[in-house]
């Protein structure tokens, strides 16, 4: 276990501090090639079901592998992420997206996955990829909540979680190219190697356990044995429901905003695809920004009105540009709309998980992983029930779904109370490694 070493408080510490300056672009570093490995198959699918000869159904499946392994793991995650220094972790994850990474770039080659066969190998490595996956927000947040002061830990948050929007617009251009002249097969050995040239960075670059501090008071010890504590707050559970419904609503954009606008707004191809990586390049500007807003309100309203201050306007205002999106008649004011929706969604990203570090302290890495499982849960059903209700009631109803919902989980904001001791001056912790 990691022991805990009291050293005298230090006045001053913020996230310009070089150790927590450092360990916050390291994490985002990581992060980053963490998503593009994540999503990098989407990248190269049609090239990939062609050689492998795999149907739409069956890629679904590989997609779906993932998320799967990823969502199931986000509790255990959440516990790992509390017993292994940050440092040892990121070190394995950004070494095992390698790994698992470059085996798919394999699957089909003679003695590599033919006794399972290439659909039942990539499925597993997608699985096994989910599951080493899960622990990246959880640990990072842990890893902010020990290093960074309550008061700014909305935008380091927002710059980790940024990293969404980095891998989401640097794939398509990076590994399509390489896709196009070299084959898929590169393309994935490229993504592997970035992976290991991340991993070897952050071995060489972030700081050892002995000197990353926190800016928080020293917890005692049966708070620093007590993983469960964050699942007694009711403020956490408002909050992870908050965030499930949150993950809900995204998850509509993630998966139907591309089909939606060329099959129900009828945009050619070409359009549509432009249309869709609005959002995500949108999101490399309003995730941080949204930290950055929220870390505002804190120093001007306190910690529960300041963190608040961004998702229960932004959600609200979700709502109202999807329904705006769903019912009118322009395709470009739908498509507009639509991709603001998207916008004010992502923008609540770090208060979600700031406010998670508050509430869950010592214990972030548990609280992010269930907080996180929640968000998942609903990116699992959102999919399925989006297209099944538009079938039925129309995409109007479907999208109207998900503008209440997004409501919802604006006003889950107002059962969520923050404790004022957590903007108290922080005395520094050393998280000692293990031998």
Known sequence: MNAPV????????????????????????????????????????????????????????VFGAFLLG??????????????????ALFLALAAGWSALTFSCALVGRPYFGLALGA??????LRFALGIVAAPTYPAAGRAISLS???????????????????????????????????GWR???????????????????????????????????PTETRDHTAPLRRRSFWFLTVSYTLQGYVGYVFVFWFFLYLVQVRKFELLQAAWLTTLPWMLSLIVIPLGGVVSDWGVKRWGSTWGRRSVPVPAMTLAAGSLLLGAHTRSAIVAAASLTISTALVLVTEGPYWASMTQISGPHSGTGGGVMNFGSNLGGLISPVLTPWLAVRVGWEMALALAAVLAIVGALLW???????????????TVYVADP
């Open 119 to 124: 659909l039942p190998a990539l499925l597993v």
């Open 186 to 220: 590169p393309a994935l050995v490229g993504a592997a190697l970035l992976a290991g040239i991340a991993a070897v960075a952050w071995r060489l670059i972030v700081p050892s356990p002995q000197t990353l501090m926190a800016a928080r008071p020293q917890p005692t």
């Open 148 to 182: 960074v002061p309550p008061r700014m830990q909305g935008r380091a948050n927002g710059l980790v979680l940024g990293s969404i929007g980095i891998g989401s617009a640097v794939a398509p251009p990076l590994l399509g190219v390489v896709t196009v002249r070299w």
């Open 6 to 61: 009291t050293l005298p408080p230090r006045p001053g510490l913020t996230p310009t501090d070089p150790t927590a300056r450092r360990l916050v672009l390291m994490l985002m570093m990581v992060a980053s090639v963490g998503y593009l490995c994540r999503v990098d198959i989407t990248v190269v699918a049609p090239h990939l079901m062609a050689e492998l000869r795999l149907s739409q159904p069956e890629m679904g499946r």
């Open 70 to 87: 990823y969502t199931l793991f986000q509790i255990p995650s959440g516990w790992l992420a509390g017993r292994i220094t940050t440092r």
């Open 414 to 428: 107002l059962g969520i109370t923050i404790d004022p001791a957590e903007q108290k001056p922080a005395r520094r």
